[in-house]
């Protein structure tokens, strides 16, 4: 039986967890951290990077890189990038691909079932 993992989506970072033992146990992204920072960022070469990678390399690609986007959640916005029109929830559904992928990486097996806060 797969497991259930618990999501809770920041603004400035994010965190994932999954129930072990009866206890919530954080699952840590590549780098070892218990937190993955909310944030995208978009290569010249069209690379997307989330995360860690992505907050690391915005002082040198502020304009290609994405931050609080949580903030404009239900609002007409869209971050442009190379021509194409981002929204909120596609910037948002990135960073819970690598945290999906975090946990698939920690778990050893796919991951079908989240509860997103």
């Known amino acids: 039986m797969s497991k259930i993992i618990g999501i809770d989506l920041g603004?400035?970072?994010?965190c994932v967890?999954?129930?072990?033992?009866?206890e919530a146990v954080v699952i840590p992204n590549p780098e070892g951290a218990r937190t993955t920072p909310s944030v995208v960022g978009f290569g010249k070469d069209g690379e997307r990077m989330v995360g860690q990678i992505a907050k690391r390399q915005a002082v040198t690609n502020a304009t290609r890189t994405v931050a609080s986007i949580k903030r404009h959640m239900g609002e007409n916005y869209r971050v442009d990038i190379d021509g194409?029109?981002?929204s909120p929830q596609e910037i948002s559904a990135m960073v819970l691909?690598?945290?999906?992928a975090d946990a698939e990486a920690y778990l050893g097996q796919p991951v079908t079932e989240a509860v997103i806060t």
């Not at 691909?97 to 999906?100: D, E, G, P, R, V």
Request: hydrophobic share 25%.
């Open 97 to 100: 691909q690598k945290l999906k």
């Open 17 to 22: 967890a999954v129930m072990e033992g009866g």
């Open 11 to 14: 603004t400035t970072n994010s």
């Open 84 to 86: 194409k029109g981002y």
